[in-house]
């Protein structure tokens, strides 16, 4: 029995090592679920149906944008994030647009509809602060490399790639920017989410790599006969890319995925066949396949899984197994019975027939001519 456990434990550590080591990428796109403007000059008017979205002076003038991050899985690793917005209008050649985030709102809430300078004010003095001073941000973009009807984006990778791993892991799945144009001696227009063209729409660009999988099928330790139904089963896990994502990881193992069994067997011929199986996981991530081949021959099956926008394709490594004839000795057994009572009747037959005409031989001479 030790020595069966052994066993298995080497052939799940060879199968594991024998699957490629691919990292799967996907890549999102999200529009914000909320942007406007707010400007001091008209501090109580609401500017989130505009199609765009103004920066001016550095406190008289600035723009928000909400995004959504709930389709970034738990526990994958980010690897790009890109912010691609749409130049509309530039009367400003000096200074530089500036991005940070704006923790505040997110904190309070905020919508596009309701949103205005003097409701940004109250909200700034609520929480013991004031609209101007010093600007935080991630990065500032030269307003000179800007052009008018040309997209530009900030690339925000090295700033927001642990942060949002973090946020999402914590369910804080929302974020908001601000941009704020410095030392700048005009405005710049960008296109917001109702601008007609699409394509000029903000755009949050976010790639990540899909939460690793690994399939393992348990070997069969018998050949099967002929008629008997043969049970299949293995196991999946899921491992973060990096150990500290781990922590946000909300299951280790696939639950309720589509496995598919590839099944292909050679026959008494040589000719090899295959087929697949459908099988469903459980909830512990448990997936078996039971069915009675019809086939004599040695099969080999291996279990695929096709992946998912959160988790990535994988291939178990390949078991085999056969499925021989099924012998029914007793029939064989009557069968080659009655063949030897056959040969005995027959050999007994040739021997009385043989020693009959050899008698008749001698007694009955052949008469010589004189």
Same mark, same amino acid.
């Given at each position: 029995m ?29 529009? =914000?679920?909320d ?5 001091? &000059? ?31 899985? #738990? ?8 912010? /691609? ?47 101007g ?6 990065m ?30 914590k ?50 330790? *018998?050949?099967? *006969? ?20 781990? /922590? ?9 995925? *589509? ?12 000719? @090899?066949?295959?087929?697949e ?8 991530? #448990?997936f ?13 099956? @291996? ?26 000795? /007793? &029939?064989k ?31 009955? =001479?052949?008469? /010589?001519?004189?």
């Amino acid at each position: 029995m030790l020595l069966m456990m052994v066993a298995v434990l080497i052939f799940s550590a060879f199968q594991e090592k024998a699957i490629a080591e691919t990292k799967e990428i996907k890549t999102l796109y999200i529009r =914000p679920i909320d942007d406007t403007y707010v400007d001091k &000059s008209m501090s109580n008017t609401v500017f989130g149906a505009n199609p765009k979205l103004v920066c001016g002076d550095t406190w008289g003038k600035f723009s928000f944008l909400k995004f959504d991050l709930s389709s970034i899985p #738990k526990g994958a690793k980010i690897i790009s994030v890109e912010l /691609q917005l749409f130049c509309y209008d530039k009367s400003a050649s000096a200074g530089g647009i500036l991005i940070g985030e704006e923790p505040l709102l997110e904190e309070r809430g905020w919508s596009e509809t309701t949103l205005t300078y003097s409701l940004l004010e109250q909200i700034a003095e609520s929480a013991g602060a004031h609209i101007g001073g010093f600007i935080s941000g991630f990065m500032e973009l030269d307003l000179s490399k800007i052009e008018e009807w040309r997209s530009f984006s900030f690339n925000l990778t090295s700033y927001l790639c642990y942060y949002l791993e973090e946020k999402v892991g914590k369910n804080e799945n929302q974020i908001t920017f601000h941009l704020n144009l410095l030392g700048a001696n005009g405005e710049l227009t960008i296109c917001s989410k109702e601008f007609a063209a699409e394509n000029c729409r903000p755009t949050l660009i976010i790639s990540y790599e899909k939460i690793p999988v690994t399939l393992f099928l348990q070997p069969i330790e *018998t050949d099967v *006969t002929e008629g008997m139904e043969v049970r299949i089963w293995g196991t999946t896990h899921v491992e973060a890319s990096y150990e500290y994502l781990k /922590q946000w990881l909300t299951a280790t193992y696939l639950e309720n995925a *589509t496995i598919t069994l590839e099944y292909e067997v050679s026959n008494a011929s040589g000719h @090899k066949i295959s087929f697949e199986r459908i099988v469903i996981t459980d909830i512990t991530g #448990k997936f078996e396949d039971r069915f009675v081949p019809t086939i004599i021959g040695e099969y080999s099956v @291996k279990a695929v899984f096709r992946g998912t926008d959160t988790f990535s394709s994988s291939t178990s490594g390949e078991i085999k197994f056969k499925v021989m004839e099924n012998v029914d000795w /007793q &029939s064989k057994y009557i069968e080659t019975r009655n063949l030897l009572y056959v040969f005995i009747v027959v050999a007994v037959a040739f021997i009385i027939t043989t020693i009959f005409l050899l008698v008749k031989m001698f007694r009955f =001479p052949l008469r /010589q001519k004189t």
